[in-house]
């Protein structure tokens, strides 16, 4: 099984800085998309930011310019600085991965357990 543990969220002030950090572990083959989704409460999930095995990235166009994504490949890990934090981004952040877990195995999802970010005003 792959797992993805999460680090990083907690409460900052409006303007400032936030890093999380999120681990893959356990059976993994090959990882493909590595990245981070973000629900505030009454919204759907949406995606914050993308990163291919070879650092290809996407954004979301309400934090383009001001958060960056990155993965180190040797330890499985995807990063997300957060810069220019809005009270608009306060949110639980779901870490994401598409993995293999063998060889001839498909494509599966996986997902962290959420860490909460709050900025305050």
């Known amino acids: 099984q792959v797992q993805l543990v999460e680090s990083g969220g907690g409460l900052v002030q409006a303007g400032g800085s936030l890093n999380l950090s999120c681990a893959a572990s356990?059976?993994?083959?090959?990882?493909?998309?590595m990245g981070w989704f973000r629900q505030a409460p009454g919204k759907q999930r949406e995606l914050v930011a993308l990163?291919?095995?070879?650092?290809?990235?996407t954004y979301a166009d309400s934090v383009k310019g001001r958060f960056t994504v990155s993965r180190d490949n040797g330890k499985n890990t995807v990063y997300l600085q957060m810069n220019s934090l809005k009270a608009d981004d306060t949110a639980v952040y779901y870490c994401?991965?598409?993995?293999?877990?063998?060889?001839?195995?498909?494509?599966?999802?996986?997902w962290g357990q959420g860490t909460q970010v709050t900025v305050s005003s």
């Open positions: 994401y991965a598409e993995a293999l877990r063998a060889w001839n195995d498909p494509p599966r999802n996986y």
């Open positions: 356990g059976s993994i083959f090959r990882v493909n998309y």
């Open positions: 990163i291919t095995s070879v650092g290809v990235t």
